[in-house]
């Protein structure tokens, strides 16, 4: 940033700084550095004298002032009592939750349609292409709408599953799909329940450790040890074998119908299922691309050359194709989750509170604290962004082609 | 001598088999079925499967494009004539066709004016799109910024004229000055450009027109898909510029600018475009002196085009990028200067290369467009929310509403993309 000329003593001439290669680059950075500190100069003298023309000042106390106004979605404690900060946590959190639940089902349903796309199945070629091309060419703005119009106006109200001659029924007596939101059965938690969890967590664990100790094994002696079924064995059995040992510790809450809602259960809000559902489904036809020329990006010649080795298809895909393919897939795949967490922004419009909603909306509104409202929401998705794309720097680092 | 060979030897065939035809599951529709349909168990399920969405899709949405009802003036009338069988009410969009392409307080008698300003939008982007018109068409494209401008907001011919006198005039400085020193052609050009208007605009008077055909229209009354079409249009050409300005700055071996460029390109992209919109319509107005009053228009133009120049830039960089160094090296042989060699060789070959994904970052700006509707502007979703789905007459009318936005859109965004791949295919110069 600091500009330093330290001219020769002798034979310098004013036109030197222009003409002379040596002092040419640092002339033309001053003048740009004196251009921009002009004009932010500018800027910032406008914003003071709007500000003091307005008896306004940046003042970031009222984070900590009660909020005042209700979250019905928080995954922390949350009351209208607690303060600003804490509303935007809340908000944080959402924006978290509703992110990740999108990139999973997006990963799903990209991968799906991708494969599905080159599938040698002419109809269901046809009808992934249609899909991709209808969900890329519409705003995801309509989507989120028309995903909350189908979750507010069609859905039937917890009314309709009441009495003899109930209009709508429980989806396995578990599921109830009611304009108030979706409840689904809640877990609980009895004792002995976290041996289990243990249990499940170390399988993983031995999971992984299994497929290392066969990989090591394969590029060591050569010797091939079946994968596929063991890692399904070790995944789930030992926690099946000791949730019977423990004697079923962890129930199921089913929800039920009491008065003119339903209690139990857990309840997701309608606003995050249009948000998660929309996000998922728009981003998804993105993936599809990114999966679908990642598959086509690896060159023929590897199929056959794999084939002529005497590897079965299988093992083609497994350990020639997708290696190279993802190389190609996944930091576009990353990129793309990058945008779903900067369009689940979007969730203000139908009334999911995520950060934007709360720290940009009800907490700006309220305190008409716009400037710092505006600036820490910025700073947050900033952050978010910078880390994914650390993320992806550090991925593409590592699966560059190590050339020699 | 060829009697006796056929005649002795008995045995040999002297005419040919007639080819028999394939078996019945070997050719023809069968065929194709066969393979491309029927091949394994897998695809015979992947094919069914297929078919009854397909089915289940067309029964469901055939009764209610069938009997839609395209002549009611409320949604209660329209559920009067159908009576309870499935059908639309497309009436919804008879009726308000007009509000959802123009917004609802543009003044129907000016309809024509921006229709007339689209079909000049179409002949002036045509030489623009088609390698292959005539040139002189660009002469349209150029007078095309003043005569949309004159046509929507309407008021005295003399706001734009002085608008194009500027430019013409920094033109003609530029194009003098250009060909000693690259620099001095740009920036005296614009110098002398804004010259013209400062003076230009202290003596014209107030262009406002109170009525007839030319009466000014303020720009909180544009509104409808007519507001997407504006903001995508004016909004990707502004940052094409900006985007390669800051690509090339990027690329800088000067420190100082090149940290400039890349902190505000990742600022840019870090942030999504809805807080920036926020910026737009709560923080902005701060930023300028007291006594200016800047409409919310132009300050969502200038929040939207700062976005895209960012995502351009990265695109452009990406094509700067894929050039062989050769290309660079051969310009410094020549003795091209920087401005030269850019212009000249670099420049036109790095746009080339990124072209498609120039397309890709205006077809999703134009879909962007659309969150304009969450600060209050009524824009086609905007429209839809708001006024149309809050009046009496139509309350209630979700899908024939949603399903026009849609259509809109999808015809806009997929007409774009296919323009792209046919663009990538006719500069293809490659080795085939």
Redesign the interface.
């Known amino acids: 940033?600091t500009?330093m000329t330290d001219p020769p003593r002798e034979s310098f001439r004013l036109g030197m700084l222009l003409s002379d290669t040596r002092y040419r680059?640092l002339t033309?950075?001053a003048i740009?550095?004196i251009l921009?500190a002009l004009s932010i100069g500018y800027?910032a003298n406008?914003?003071v004298?709007?500000?003091t023309?307005l008896g306004l000042n940046i003042d970031f106390s009222f984070l900590g002032t009660p909020a005042g106004y209700d979250i019905n979605q928080r995954l922390i404690e949350y009351t209208s009592q607690s303060s600003n900060l804490r509303a935007a946590f809340v908000g944080i959190l959402n924006t978290l939750l509703v992110a990740f639940l999108a990139c999973v089902t997006a990963t799903i349903f990209g991968v799906l349609a991708g494969v599905?796309r080159l599938?040698?199945?002419?109809?269901?070629r046809k009808?992934m292409s249609i899909y991709v091309?209808?969900f890329?060419?519409?705003?995801?703005?309509?989507w989120i709408?028309?995903i909350f119009?189908i979750m507010t106006?069609v859905l039937p109200g917890p009314r309709a599953f009441r009495g003899d001659n109930a209009t709508s029924s429980m989806l396995f007596d578990a599921f109830a799909f009611t304009n108030r939101g979706v409840y689904i059965p809640a877990p609980i938690w009895g004792p002995g329940s976290m041996v289990v969890v243990a249990t499940f967590i170390a399988s993983i664990v031995a999971m992984f450790a299994y497929r290392r100790y066969a990989t090591n094994l394969l590029y060591a002696t050569g010797r091939l040890l079946p994968m596929f079924w063991p890692s399904v064995a070790i995944f789930f059995l030992p926690a099946i074998l000791m949730f019977f040992i423990m004697g079923s510790p962890i129930g199921l809450e089913y929800p039920e119908l009491k008065g003119f809602n339903f209690a139990g259960g857990i309840k997701v809000g309608g606003p995050l299922i249009a948000i998660w559902f929309a996000l998922s489904i728009y981003t998804g036809a993105f993936i599809a691309e990114n999966v679908r020329a990642g598959i086509q990006a690896v060159s023929k010649g590897q199929t056959e050359a794999a084939g002529a080795l005497g590897l079965r298809s299988g093992r083609i895909m497994s350990l020639v194709v997708l290696p190279q393919a993802l190389r190609v897939i996944i930091p576009p795949l990353i990129s793309n989750y990058l945008n779903i967490t900067?369009?689940s922004?979007?969730a203000?419009?139908v009334g999911y509170a995520d950060v934007?909603a709360t720290l940009?909306g009800i907490t700006?509104n309220q305190t008409g604290r716009?400037?710092e409202c505006?600036v820490l929401?910025?700073l947050f998705?900033?952050v978010?962004?910078?880390t994914i794309?650390f993320v992806i720097n550090i991925y593409n680092n590592a699966i560059k082609l190590k050339e020699r | 001598m060829a009697d006796q060979s056929t005649n002795s030897v008995a045995f040999v065939r002297t005419e040919e088999v007639p080819a028999s035809p394939p078996p019945a599951n070997a050719a023809g529709p069968v065929k194709w079925m066969r393979?491309?349909?029927f091949?394994t168990p897998v695809?015979t399920v992947?094919?069914i499967v297929?078919?009854y969405?397909?089915f289940k899709i067309i029964t469901g949405a055939f009764p209610w494009f069938a009997n839609g009802i395209w002549n009611s003036q409320s949604l209660a009338e329209c559920r009067e004539i159908l009576q309870g069988t499935t059908g639309g009410c497309f009436s919804v969009l008879s009726e308000r066709w007009n509000q959802l392409l123009f917004g609802f307080k543009y003044p129907p008698e000016l309809y024509w004016r921006p229709t007339l300003a689209f079909v000049i939008f179409l002949l002036a982007a045509a030489p623009v799109l088609f390698f292959k018109l005539p040139r002189k068409l660009l002469i349209v494209t150029a007078l095309f910024p003043f005569i949309a401008y004159w046509l929507i907001w309407g008021g005295s011919i003399l706001t734009p004229l002085l608008a194009l006198a500027g430019v013409a005039g920094g033109y003609v400085v530029y194009s003098r000055f250009v060909t000693n020193n690259f620099a001095m052609g740009f920036f005296g050009g614009i110098i002398a450009a804004f010259l013209i208007w400062t003076i230009g605009g202290s003596i014209l008077p107030d262009g406002t027109i109170t009525d007839g055909p030319m009466q000014s229209v303020p720009s909180r009354d544009l509104g409808g898909f007519m507001l997407n079409l504006m903001l995508g249009v004016t909004c990707v050409s502004l940052s094409l510029p900006i985007g390669i300005a800051l690509a090339l700055g990027r690329q800088s071996?000067?420190?100082?600018?090149k940290y400039?460029c890349v902190i505000f390109i990742?600022?840019i992209?870090?942030?999504?475009?809805?807080?920036l919109l926020?910026?737009a319509s709560?923080?902005l107005?701060?930023?300028?002196?007291?006594e200016a009053t800047v409409d919310l228009f132009l300050r969502v133009v200038i929040m939207i085009t700062l976005f895209s120049s960012a995502y351009i830039a990265e695109v452009i960089r990406g094509g700067l990028a894929a050039l062989p160094k050769g290309q660079y090296e051969a310009a410094d042989s020549l003795g091209l200067d920087y401005a030269q060699a850019m212009r000249l060789i670099i420049l036109p070959q790095a746009l080339k290369i990124s072209i498609p994904g120039i397309v890709n970052v205006a077809?999703g700006l134009f879909?962007?467009t659309?969150?304009v509707?969450?600060i209050s502007m009524f824009d086609l979703?905007g429209m839809i929310?708001g006024p149309i789905l809050a009046s009496t007459e139509w309350n209630?009318v979700?899908w024939e509403l949603?399903l026009a936005?849609?259509v809109l859109?999808?015809i806009v965004?997929?007409g774009i993309?296919q323009y792209s791949q046919w663009l990538e295919r006719q500069l293809a110069t490659g080795h085939r």
């Open positions: 940033m500009i680059s033309l950075q740009a550095f921009l800027l406008n914003l004298r709007n500000l023309a599905l599938s040698n199945n002419w109809l269901v009808l091309e209808i890329r060419n519409i705003p995801v703005l309509i709408i028309i119009t106006a900067k369009n922004s979007l203000i419009l934007t940009g700006l716009a400037i505006v929401l910025m998705y900033l978010i962004s910078l794309s | 393979e491309n349909l091949s695809n992947l094919t297929a078919a969405v397909i071996s000067m420190p100082f600018i400039v990742e600022f992209r870090g942030v999504p475009l809805i807080t926020f910026v709560v923080m107005a701060y930023f300028f002196p007291p077809v879909k962007d659309t969150l509707s969450v979703v929310r209630g979700y949603w936005a849609s859109f999808f965004c997929y993309s």
